[in-house]
């Protein structure tokens, strides 16, 4: 399965919208989850093959010349246009993702699979809360669009400066917060310090927390730690890690959720 750039553009400095076509989508299942993804595959600069491509194939290459998996946010899709809209997060040059997203144009194409996921706001929560930075700001407001109507939500959201603060919509009763990092020293804690300090709606509370590894550690032994939630309602995942790479990353995650995982079961 492939799409097909039909247009592109930033939505603020460091989040790109990229809107996928074409008949390389006739196959592609309407979403179940809302935080539902595709595995979009980046080929690496001068690869002698182009989407659509036989993945079973390509793994007999040399890893330099494989493509690159990378799990990409469904921020909607729609079906009678068939249409498929994701938002990356991008920070120059740096990721196979962010690259491709910077200098996506109309016409070009991405191989892609799925789409996957496993959470959508749980209709016997009182409340909610959803804790990220950019990578998983597509994701939050996929969530918050899925939330009752009426219901409690707080949005908390990690970004760069004032200019990357996204306008977020729900059908619940939201609340919005962003914290800055620019200029900040210890930025895995700007989450966890910022939400200590907010006032959580009452009830039972449905809690989505993804984004960098050490911040969302954080986050997580925050809120257990004080059962300020219950494990059942928390949905809790590491998109990247500080100081990482995104393949340094991914040869160390699964060790490193066992290990976040393990502090309090």
Known sequence: MY?????????????????????????????????????MFFLSEGAAYAPPFDTE???DLPREQR????????????????????????????????????HARAGDR????????????????EAYLMVGDESALPAIAACLE??????????LVEVDGPDDELTL?????????????????????????????????????SAFVHGEASSIRAVRRHLLGRALVDPSMLSCSPYWHRGHTDEEWRSIKKDWVRAMTAEIP
């Open 169 to 205: 919509d729900s059908p619940g009763d939201l609340q919005v917060a962003y914290v800055h990092r620019a200029g900040r020293t210890e930025p895995e804690r700007l989450l966890v310090d910022a939400l200590g300090g907010l006032r959580l709606p009452p009830g039972r509370l």
């Open 3 to 39: 799409g097909t750039v039909v247009r592109s553009a930033p939505l603020i400095p460091h989040l790109y919208r990229v809107v996928l076509g074409g008949e390389g989508l006739d196959d592609f299942a309407d979403p179940t989850f809302a935080d539902s993804y595709v595995n």
């Open 146 to 155: 899925a939330v009752p109507a009426g219901r409690s939500v707080v949005a």
């Open 57 to 59: 194939a390509v793994r």
């Open 67 to 102: 493509p690159y998996p990378r799990r990409i946010s469904v921020r909607s899709w729609d079906q009678s246009a068939r249409e498929l809209t994701v938002d990356i997060a991008v920070h120059g040059e740096v990721g196979y993702a962010g690259r491709w997203a910077l």
């Open 110 to 125: 991405v191989q892609l699979r799925g789409p996957a996921g496993d959470f959508s706001p749980p209709e016997d929560a």
